[in-house]
């Protein structure tokens, strides 16, 4: 059993009868009230996020979640397209909502870790840094900056994040999915 105490950023908990994970937590204390701890938490069924408060002597059943590997296939219409790795006939999809920003960093026939509840497969988790070809970057200019140098770039998977001056087309980066931003050049 988890305390109000024990919801710290990452945790998995159950919540109404349904899996949450723990997006933001801070111990909050007022003038002679009791501690709450003010909390993001994000529903891992649906994706829904909302921000909650919880009181000293709430208690949480730990979520028993399994983890399976599983592959990306493609997405389609705000479809995100899976299935089983040895067996592509057992295919399912998660909604653009339910999976949130990780959903950017996704290359078909990627392996990522799912998540199992009650025996059905409800979200997946990315690894913490991923590699991904540079699409499209514009050349970085030497003389073009007064601060340091970054510039923006469109990844193979689509999304765009800030990288430095002397990356180019053509490149493999490496991006810490929890941040969105850029580790290194491989």
């Known amino acids: 059993m988890l305390t109000h105490t024990d919801l710290k950023k990452g945790v998995q908990f159950i919540y109404e009868g349904e899996p949450w994970e723990v997006l933001d937590a801070a111990l909050l204390k007022m003038a002679q009230r009791r ?10 069924l649906n ?7 919880f009181q000293q002597g709430d208690v949480f059943e730990e979520a028993d ?3 399976q590997e599983i592959k990306y296939l493609y997405n389609t219409k705000g479809q995100f397209w899976f299935c089983e790795p040895k067996d592509p006939s057992k295919r399912f999809f998660f909604t ?5 920003p990780q959903a950017k960093y996704l290359k078909p026939n990627e392996l990522v870790t799912g ?3 009650n025996e059905k497969i409800i979200n997946f988790i990315l690894p913490i840094k991923v ?33 430095p001056l002397f990356v180019e087309e053509g490149d493999v980066i490496e991006i810490n ?10």
């Not at 653009?96 to 949130?100: P, R």
């Open 115 to 117: 998540l199992v509840f």
């Open 177 to 186: 999915t929890q941040t969105g931003e850029y580790v290194r050049r491989v």
């Open 65 to 67: 979640l399994q983890k």
């Open 47 to 53: 994706g829904r996020v909302q921000e909650k408060n």
């Open 96 to 100: 653009e909502d339910q999976i949130g």
């Open 131 to 163: 590699q991904l070809k540079v699409k499209e970057s514009a050349p970085g200019i030497k003389g073009d900056r007064a601060q340091g140098g970054t510039k923006e770039a469109v990844l193979e998977s689509g999304a765009v994040i800030q990288v």
């Open 35 to 44: 501690p709450v701890i003010q909390s993001k938490i994000r529903n891992l």
